[in-house]
């Protein structure tokens, strides 16, 4: 456990000197998953290239503002061991890098590539095809299909922290319907861990604010105005009847209450869904339930924990709602 712990400190340590220096990420993924717009990097707990039979559940873990992919796959394959799933459970950590991590690590021109953050709200690669984050995302679900490589397979799930937890809770909300999981019986789950803010599918807000002080509050990612071109021109009516049928879990940090944090949304769009992370999420929530007396969407708090993506996912709580 200590030497899990110094790596872990020093992936993130080297992820956040590198953010603050904004030079690019020191650790890139060593694995590539080719897509015909280019090469994403990727983490993989398995070799995915080969059969694995006894594979029943695949954790799909996407990273936060760092990119720092490996530290979000070591924390996916240690939640696995404490919940005694390892040898059944592939964890794949996609890594969304930007111009400066190709720049720094002098990358393969091939290697997918986006405009700074813009990859959290499913805009497209710049580079050197156009993908959104998203239907990368929706790639590796569509490989994951392929019988011949996960004959065994019952299970994806799609999980994120922070910026991460971003990611997923858009694609939970514009994803693509994927008919051969279905066919297959494949069961599809997503959790949301603490992010900055959610993408509401009306201009109600549970915060009172000055519409003509913040007129992009209901603009995407925020709000159902100006989607991305992703979600191939479907209204707020069809993305939110789609996103309330979905399997959703919102794992949210109990002391992640901290309305200076320093990687906390702070712009006008974000805060009229609450002052921090926590209030955010139960804000959320509750509109939901609202609109939807009957959702079965849940809510899991983790004691004790604020802003802290390996203490949510490797708690009981967050292994419990990985693994069930």
Not at 14 to 37: C, I, M, N
Not at 99 to 104: A, F, G, L, N, W
């Amino acid at each position: 456990m200590h030497k899990r712990s110094g790596l872990l400190l020093s992936l993130l340590m080297a992820g956040f000197s590198t953010w603050a220096a904004g030079q690019g990420v020191k650790v890139v993924s060593p694995d590539r998953f080719h897509l015909e717009a280019g090469d994403l990097s990727l983490g993989l707990s398995q070799d995915w290239r080969q059969p694995l039979p006894r594979v029943t559940r695949v954790l799909i873990i996407v990273h936060g503002r760092l990119r720092n992919a490996q530290t979000y796959l070591l924390s996916g394959e240690t939640s696995a061991e404490h919940a005694g799933q390892s040898a059944n459970t592939l964890v794949i950590a996609p890594q969304f890098l930007n111009k400066s991590d190709i720049k720094r690590n002098q990358l393969n021109t091939q290697v997918l590539r986006w405009q700074g953050n813009a990859w959290m709200a499913g805009e497209p690669s710049i580079g050197p095809g156009q993908v959104s984050s998203y239907g990368a995302l929706d790639q590796i679900i569509e490989h994951l299909t392929n019988r011949k490589l996960f004959p065994a397979l019952k299970e994806i799930v799609v999980a994120g922290h922070s910026g991460g937890g971003q990611v997923v809770q858009r694609f939970a909300l514009a994803g693509h319907d994927h008919p051969a999981l279905q066919a297959q019986g494949i069961s599809l789950r997503y959790v949301v861990a603490n992010p900055s803010s959610y993408a509401y599918f009306s201009p109600q807000r549970p915060v009172k604010f000055d519409v003509a002080s913040c007129p992009g509050f209901n603009d995407w990612k925020y709000g159902m105005q100006k989607l991305p071109q992703y979600t191939k021109g479907q209204g707020a009516g069809q993305l939110e009847k789609a996103y309330v049928s979905r399997d959703i879990t919102y794992l949210l940090g109990q002391k992640d209450t901290d309305p200076n944090h320093p990687a906390l949304d702070k712009r006008c769009e974000a805060q009229t869904q609450g002052a921090y992370r926590l209030i955010r999420g139960h804000n959320y929530f509750d509109y939901l339930k609202q609109r939807h007396p009957q959702l079965t969407h849940k809510l899991v708090e983790v004691p004790g924990v604020g802003h802290d993506g390996d203490r949510m996912f490797t708690s009981p709580e967050g292994q419990e709602v990985l693994f069930q």
